[in-house]
């Protein structure tokens, strides 16, 4: 009988539909037809019948839903085959962030102790400069050498590997002519320092606990330790906190800049240090420079030193040609005078 049954479906003995489905005894369900015989119809669990649970049609219904029979799913590409996709996009976006957003920098001297150690990485923010933003008094920023500063120091020659990192940004470039020092003054800034200091801007002294331990403000030499100038718009005057061991400004009065730096050479303002871990920290500005350090331009003295003058001289006016008061022409009724 089990025979019949598949000779029915297989299309020997005629179309099904002529032939009634002759019931399954039960000796062949027991004897497992589909252990025996994978060509047993619609049984459960037996995985290749049209009419079982509907996990034996699932190969067949995911070729026509990709439209191609017998189509296999595309395989994922390895690891190391898109590798080098990954390395490509990494090196871009590094050299697009060095670029417009974040560079690092190497600290190659002690011009900046305590603040900034030798061999530090700073991070430094070359964002808001696009912008339109300049530096600020106490700033630690990092600029090209304005004229020569760095003649005569020594240049260590990367190999190919530092290069290549230096130039996307995730390694300090050993090419580039760079230094990094404090902003203390502005355009418009007048600065002084008699003695060993301190030192002021417009006139207040700054309090500056950043500056190395041992020295002073400033020194008593003649080739830069005394010293007062006023900034032009569009430069800076800065400074090393390590202020006995910094040929910053003060050192270079002679240059074609008269020490002051062109706000076009700041690459930006030097925001943490990143490395060593040991070393994280930012760098803020001191709480000194919160003080009114701006410088009142003359014109806004003249004009704070003629308003009393003016006012002074209205209130005598009034005063002469107001006639007195009296009862009469007050309103308020007099001795003698009917209410």
Known sequence: ????????????????????????????E????????????????????????GSGDSGDDTAQDLGEPGHKPRKQRSFWKELPLLIGIALVLALLIKTFLVQAFSIPSDSMQHTLEQGD?????????????EPERGEVVVFHDPADWLAGEPTVEPNPVQRVLGWIGLMPSAN?????KRVIGVGGDTIECNGTGPLKVNGKALDEPYVYAGNTPCSVDDQGGQFKVTVPTGKIWVM??????????????????????????????AIVVAWPPTRW????????????????????LGLAGAVPLVLWRRRRAVGRTTPPVTAGNSGV?????AG
């Not at 990485?121 to 933003?133: A, I, Y």
């Not at 910094?246 to 303002?269: C, I, T, W």
């Not at 500005?285 to 009142?296: E, G, H, K, R, Y």
Request: proline share 12%.
């Open 281 to 300: 920290d930012t760098l803020p500005i001191p709480d000194t420079f919160d003080q009114n350090l701006s410088a009142a331009a003359p014109g806004a």
């Open 30 to 53: 027991d004897a497992g037809p589909a252990e025996s015989d994978p060509r047993a119809p619609g049984l459960s669990g037996s995985g290749s019948g049209s009419s079982g649970t």
């Open 333 to 337: 009724p007099g001795p003698g005078t």
């Open 176 to 180: 580039e002519k760079d230094l990094i």
């Open 121 to 133: 990485r700073v991070l430094v923010d070359k964002l808001t400069p696009w912008f339109g933003s």
């Open 1 to 28: 009988m089990g025979d019949l049954a598949v000779g029915a479906r297989s299309g020997q003995d005629g179309p099904e539909e002529q032939r009634p489905a002759e019931p399954v005894p039960p000796a062949a």
């Open 240 to 269: 090393g906190d390590h202020r006995q061991n910094s040929l910053d400004s003060r050192y270079h009065q002679e240059d074609k800049n008269a020490g002051f730096v062109p706000v076009d050479n700041v690459v930006g303002r």
